[in-house]
């Protein structure tokens, strides 16, 4: 039987041990606790669970210079808007990209035999020099001699500016207002259209074709099942299916931007990311000019008026409204893709902003509407941004990172028809 004094000490170790165990548990609350608001801001910044709105929100206490930061948040949002890679766009079943079809096609779009006065090629317009494009506010037509920004002569105005026509295997639609689907379609535009290549006389135009033998090989090698070289496979839809074979291997995949979306971090300088942040956040771009592509495959209205200065009034275009036959689509054009959008300057389907920080500075001011024209289609997210200076140049430095690192296409040194190549 224990005794009193043994009673006492069983009764001091026990109160002992209980102040050890407060002590215990005291300290693993506090371990807990501090642990679990490290882990919470572990894991709520971490660039799995940043929004893109919180990414806005951390770039406005970032230094500009604070590199490692604006790395981390330029992966955040690349991982928040669940960026994809660009990958080889599709081809048509009944028009696959065989290298005979393409190197067809590659020749028909150098070759000036195509238009009526045997002066003009899709290449008159749409020139390796300029981007795939002209280089002009406005296309140079018929009557027009020589290429891109060189064009000169009595050649008619065009109601547009020459898009480039890299990257139009990825679009949804063709033209600015999205009037035709295809490239096969769209090919026979220009071809016949009186003011570009004005070809009135299509037997005429395959009669040319046939009388060399070198479009007899090339045809024949392409679409022929025997190559006999009788020139049977000349017809109106086999230059549409070749042309078209040859634009669907013209891309732009490689450019500092899908380098470090690949995971390269040091593609991009500190202001290119910067720019980044700002182009797929505070500056609602990527809302329509959506990565890769940098388009989303639609039409809106941005409000574009026929000059950059503050006060221009709406370009009158009405564009897509006129294809749907609808007031509501009154200046509607396609949301161009931004791939090598420094070297295709002037811009907008009007050709009317020489640079990009006239474009940057319009969007900035809310477009159209946002000077107050009234652009009563423009788009509710085409609204005022309140950038800082450097963060529109930051914007700007970012859309300089969607330039073709690979070199562009090789102009051909002569052509079936022996006549004088554009640019050669
Ligand atoms: C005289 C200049 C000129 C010539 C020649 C010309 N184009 Fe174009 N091209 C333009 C203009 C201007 C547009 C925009 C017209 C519009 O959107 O209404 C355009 C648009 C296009 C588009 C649509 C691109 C897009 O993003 O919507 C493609 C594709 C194209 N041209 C290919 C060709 C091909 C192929 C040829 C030769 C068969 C050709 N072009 C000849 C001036 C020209
Ligand atoms: C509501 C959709 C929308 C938003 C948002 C938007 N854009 Fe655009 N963007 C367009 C459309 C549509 C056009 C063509 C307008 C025209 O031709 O009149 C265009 C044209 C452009 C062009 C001219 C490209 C060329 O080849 O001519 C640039 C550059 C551009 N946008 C950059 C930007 C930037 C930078 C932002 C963000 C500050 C932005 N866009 C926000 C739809 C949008």
Redesign the pocket.
Known sequence: MATPKSKMENLNSMQSQAKVLKLVLVSLFIVLAVGGVQAYRYFSTSEAALTTEQITALAKTTTPEDRAEWLRLARAVLASESVQQITAPVEPRNNLGESSKVELGYQLFFDPILSADKTTSCASCHHPDFGMADGLPKGVGAGGRGYGAHRAGSGAELPR?T??IFNVAFNEFQF?DGRVRTLEEQVLVPLFAENEMNQQNLAELLKRLRAIPRYRELFGKAFGFKTQNDGIEINLQNIARAISAFERKLNITETSYDHFAKGKDDALTTEQLRGFVV?MGQ???A???TPPHFHDGV????G?TTSPDKASPI?PDP?FGAVLRRQDGF??????G?RN?ER?AP????GA?KT?EE??EF??DGGGRGRGQDAYSQ?S??AK?DLTEQQKKD?VAF?KTLNDLSPPPVVPASVPSGLPVVGK
């Open positions: 500016n898009p480039s600015w182009f500056g609602q771009c809302v329509c000019h039409l809106s209205s941005i574009t370009d564009g200046g509607m054009f396609k949301t161009p931004l959008v295709t811009y907008m389907h009007n902003f990009l474009v940057v969007y900035n788009d997210k085409v941004l914007l859309l």
